[in-house]
């Protein structure tokens, strides 16, 4: 799909939203993934062009973060946690059994276009090893066979619902999400679903319950003046 007048709106919502333009390049490498499916060379020259920086400099953070694809992506992206505690916990050998039933690789796509696998660092969810994502949802405690009835549910067009958080979408709607740009309905239908939460909210709990909060920003004071006041 070209980045046309519509995407060009889009990310005009997004820079909207920050002092200095520059500043809204990781949500619009977002919203070029939710468009293309992947940040193509078309899609670093539409960032540098808009943020007015240079296609080197969007180069530079397209490539760095692992979130952000250089090659088209499937219909949906299958993460699979091979970090220590997950790895140690069956990880490994659920990304291999996956890339073998699959046949591809790390970042690689089936050739029916519905799975691109990847391994992926930790999920943040470590008490939930081993850990897969779906369009970075959630499926927690999974085994060789948990994940394979996952991978063979989405290649036929079903909605496997995560162990919490909100139901799954296409990997390019989640992307839309991550850039703050998905359709307002699809965002209710998203927030509508949300299930099975509450080990989530624990720790905010916890800090209601203890009269805890965050220190107040302070968004005036120069940060080079912060580090002398230290
Ligand atoms: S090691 Fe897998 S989620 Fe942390």
Redesign the pocket.
């Known amino acids: 799909m070209a980045l046309d007048e519509n995407t060009r709106a889009l990310a005009q919502k997004i820079i909207d939203l920050y002092p200095q333009s520059r500043s809204a390049l990781l949500p619009m490498l977002h919203l070029v993934q939710g468009e293309e499916g992947y940040v193509s060379q078309a899609g670093i020259e539409f960032c540098a062009e808009v943020l007015g920086i240079s296609a080197a400099e969007v180069g530079g953070v397209a490539t760095f973060y692992t979130m952000y694809k250089r090659r088209p992506t499937g219909e949906h992206l299958v993460s699979v946690?091979t970090?220590?505690?997950?790895g140690m916990l069956g990880?490994d050998k659920i990304y291999a059994e996956l890339s073998d039933e699959l046949g591809v690789g790390h970042n690689e796509t089936t050739d029916d276009g519905t799975i691109t696998l990847e391994h992926a660092e930790?999920?943040?969810?470590?008490d939930y090893?081993?850990?897969v994502t779906v369009n970075y949802e959630f499926f927690d405690k999974q085994s060789v066979q948990s994940a394979k009835e996952l991978v063979a549910s989405l290649r036929a067009g079903q909605k496997p619902k995560p162990t919490r958080g909100a139901q799954i979408t296409s990997f390019r709607e989640a992307e839309l999400e991550l850039a703050g740009v998905l359709d307002d309905e699809l965002v209710a239908a998203k927030v509508a679903s949300v299930d099975n939460i509450e080990s989530s909210l624990r720790g905010l709990k916890l800090a209601r319950e203890r009269g805890e909060t965050a220190p107040a920003a302070d968004y005036n004071t120069p940060i080079a003046a912060k580090e002398e006041n230290k």
């Not at 930790?122 to 470590?126: P, S, V």
Request: hydrophobic residues 45%; aromatic residues 0%; neutral net charge.
């Open positions: 946690c970090n220590t505690l997950c990880g930790c999920l943040a969810a470590c090893a081993p850990v």
